[in-house]
């Protein structure tokens, strides 16, 4: 499967095409790559059109950190790729999460979250909503049973990273939304690993898909940004809460995004083919204890991936037999990847979780998220790929 074959949207268009097109709209000056529009406020024809703006009576721009044509175009242009009715621009990825929370959740409700998410998002969830009367339960297993019994009817929002980072542990999201709406809440599913050119949660039963765009939206390792994803009622209630908080989207910020969107579904398509092949490689390594990638046979999930996603990603974590000190010395041999907690990058980049991304969670809790001394995460980038092979054997020697 590749991202075309998620077929037309409405418009008849493909997904590569959408990539491509959607969302543009030229400006006087007919120019063919999309404008960025660098203005913090904009103007009105006279003080009946000033108070229609702010009112909402008319549709238009009023200021930058409610909208900007720029981010609107990348807004629509991730919508289409998702098949969402709408989508919010956010600061970063973080924003997009907490913009959905406090849109859409009150004091009193509860999350059902999965252990295995990004670290920020457990501090998020576990250190700060808890002030505000939102608890989470997190789930230590995959299971939908596990996440069925972790309900409550106070349950607004459960919240999975599929493939998660950075075990790429798999999760059903047919199966999860089944649960989420029997208990009257919503799925959300942060699609940062494998972005709509390989998984379409919305189209799986999701309610909402939650983006870093700083990953792979991007492409390219420049800026940083984040969306949310969903029903336009839900989008409108992300809205009202951006618009009087402030975590927006800078223009420049999402022209840059917009460009690495035309260019998402081959990235993703050579980086994963990239990925399997350096998987399948680590997997053949005697220093390499186990290798976590959805597209090899030997994953837990790899079957449920296969049905879900269209490869495996571009994600490969891997256990190498010495515990910390021999981890560390594949990173510090390397000389091609690079040392950095960035993911989503054409530039293949390496990180030790356990000292790094999930350094500030406790070990008890990265004990039970699976995350090892051990382990190490490659975001597989565009390189050569024995160029990437010769410069991980230096270390594993
Ligand atoms: C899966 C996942 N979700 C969310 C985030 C947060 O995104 P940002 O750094 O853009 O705030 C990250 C960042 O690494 C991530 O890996």
């Given at each position: 499967m590749s991202g075309s074959e998620f077929g037309p949207d409405a418009s008849g268009w493909s997904f590569d095409t959408l990539a491509v097109r959607a969302g543009q709209e030229r400006s006087q000056f007919n120019e063919h790559s999309e404008a960025l529009y660098l203005t913090s406020s904009f103007v009105f024809e006279n003080a009946a059109q000033a108070a229609a703006r702010f009112s909402g009576a008319e549709p238009g721009n009023v200021y930058a950190r409610f909208s900007n044509p720029t981010v609107s175009t990348m807004q629509q242009r991730l919508a289409?790729?998702?098949?969402?009715?709408?989508?919010?621009?956010?600061?970063?990825?973080?924003?997009?999460?907490?913009?959905?929370?406090?849109?859409?959740?009150n004091g009193g409700q509860h999350i059902v979250a999965s252990r295995s998410i990004f670290g920020a998002?457990?501090?998020?969830f576990g250190n700060v909503l808890p002030r505000f009367g939102v608890e989470t339960t997190y789930v230590d297993d995959n299971s939908v049973a596990a996440f069925g019994a972790a309900m409550r009817p106070t349950t607004r929002l459960v919240f999975v990273e599929t493939p998660s980072n950075p075990?790429?542990?798999?999760?059903?999201?047919?199966?999860?939304?089944?649960?989420?709406?029997?208990?009257?809440?919503?799925?959300?599913?942060?699609?940062?690993?494998?972005?709509?050119?390989?998984q379409r949660p919305l189209q799986l039963g999701a309610d909402l898909v939650i983006h870093s765009a700083t990953k792979y939206l991007d492409g390219q390792g420049r800026v940083l940004g984040g969306a949310v994803c969903g029903a336009q009622p839900l989008m409108d209630e992300v809205f009202k809460f951006l618009r009087t908080a402030g975590p927006t989207l800078s223009p420049f910020n999402a022209w840059v995004i917009l460009k690495g969107l035309e260019t998402l579904s081959v990235r993703m398509k050579a980086q994963s083919d990239n990925a399997l092949a350096l998987a399948q490689w680590l997997e053949a390594q005697p220093q390499v204890a186990r290798v976590y990638y959805p597209g090899l046979p030997s994953h837990p999930q790899h079957a449920l991936a296969m049905r879900q996603q269209a490869s495996g990603g571009a994600i490969v974590s891997f256990e190498v037999k010495g515990e910390r000190a021999a981890a560390w010395r594949v990173v510090d041999n390397c000389r091609l990847l690079s040392i950095t907690a960035n993911l989503g990058d054409t530039k293949t980049t390496i990180t030790h979780p356990a000292s790094t991304t999930h350094g500030r969670i406790t070990a008890e809790a990265r004990a039970a998220s699976g995350i090892g001394e051990g382990l190490l995460r490659i975001a597989v980038g565009l390189e050569n790929l024995a160029d990437l092979q010769a410069d991980l054997a230096r270390g594993l020697a």
């Open positions: 289409a790729l998702e098949g969402a009715e709408g989508c919010i621009a956010t600061a970063t990825g973080m924003a997009a999460i907490l913009s959905t929370v406090m849109a859409l959740m998002t457990q501090q998020l075990l790429t542990e798999v999760f059903d999201i047919a199966a999860l939304a089944d649960v989420a709406h029997a208990g009257g809440a919503l799925l959300a599913v942060d699609n940062c690993f494998c972005t709509p050119a390989l």
